[in-house]
């Protein structure tokens, strides 16, 4: 099935089982240049960082990172003190759900893995946040390791969120 699909012209001259010929952070798409970019978190960009960032660790030695806790801490004396994190102007507004529009846009799908018998595929999106799911099963580009989908999605969120913590 490969050796069709590579006589075919269908593999773009990259092999799944070797890395080096399909690594993507060696590719910059064509709406990426010009435009500056940044490996690692947007508020590590901003010059206002409000909330702690405390790491959480596994292992004995070497001891490696596995997560973040990202968020306010407070201590006071008694339920009945004055929250200490109250003067942060921001902080009833981030407490309180809003909806918004979580907009989002994906131009294309880059190497995709073949699933089809002549080594292409039929690629589709399928978005899922909460309980929306949406698909574009019925509007699928057909024969491409490489669609361009050029599509944009609203989903209606509410943001904090629920809080899950009792």
Do not use: W
């Not at 490996?39 to 901003?46: A, G, N, S, T």
């Not at 969120?157 to 899950?164: H, N, Q, S």
């Amino acid at each position: 099935m490969k050796k069709k699909a590579i006589q075919n012209g269908v593999f773009a001259a990259y092999e799944y089982t070797k890395k080096d010929t399909y690594d993507l952070s060696k590719t910059l798409p064509d709406y990426m240049k010009g435009r500056d970019t940044f490996d690692d978190e947007l508020e590590d960009q901003m010059p206002l960082k409000p909330f702690l960032q405390i790491p959480f660790f596994s292992g004995k030695a070497p001891v490696r990172t596995v997560g973040y806790f990202k968020g306010l801490i407070s201590f006071t004396n008694s339920k009945k003190d004055k929250d200490p994190n109250s003067a942060f102007k921001y902080l009833k507004e981030i407490r309180t759900p809003t909806p918004l529009y979580l907009r989002l846009y994906i131009l294309n799908g880059t190497k995709l893995i073949p699933r089809d018998s002549g080594g292409a595929s039929d690629p589709y999106l399928v978005i899922k946040l909460g309980k929306e799911r949406i698909s574009t099963r019925n509007d699928y580009h057909s024969n491409t390791l490489e669609p361009g989908f050029y599509r944009c999605f609203e989903v209606p969120v509410l943001m904090p969120g629920m809080i899950l913590i009792g």
